[in-house]
Nanobody, 126 residues
């Protein structure tokens, strides 16, 4: 069973930064595809950034150059570094794991992920 515990959300002004953390296990962060998604009420969950077992990444266009996904294997933790935040980045952010045995590459397809964290709220004010 994969367990994911997120933290790091909060309220910031536009232009500010936050770092989200998703604590799991060393096995999880080295064995599976990992990703961050976000969702606002009334909208579909959106893929933000993904990383595969070879540390290849995929970043959605709207956050390229501002957000970075990474993992610390020793700590069993997935991160999302968010800089130059905008009000449009306001959402609940979720980390996710594709629990299949083989990770073919980083994916922002929500249907591929079967383990989810509880979410952490990010609010950006103008």
């Amino acid at each position: 069973q994969v367990q994911l515990v997120e933290s790091g959300g909060g309220s910031v002004q536009a232009g500010g930064s936050l770092r989200l953390s998703c604590v799991s296990s060393r096995y999880t962060v080295t064995s599976y595809c990992l990703a961050w998604f976000r969702q606002v009420p009334g909208k579909e969950r959106e893929g933000v950034a993904a990383i595969d077992t070879r540390s290849s990444t995929s970043i959605t266009e709207s956050v390229k150059g501002r957000f970075t996904i990474s993992r610390d294997i020793a700590k069993g933790t997935l991160y999302l570094e968010m800089n130059s935040l905008k009000p449009d980045d306001t959402a609940m952010y979720y980390c996710a794991v594709d629990g299949r045995t083989w990770c073919p590459g980083p994916s922002l397809d929500v249907s591929k992920y079967n383990y989810w964290g509880q979410g952490t709220q990010v609010t950006v004010s103008s």
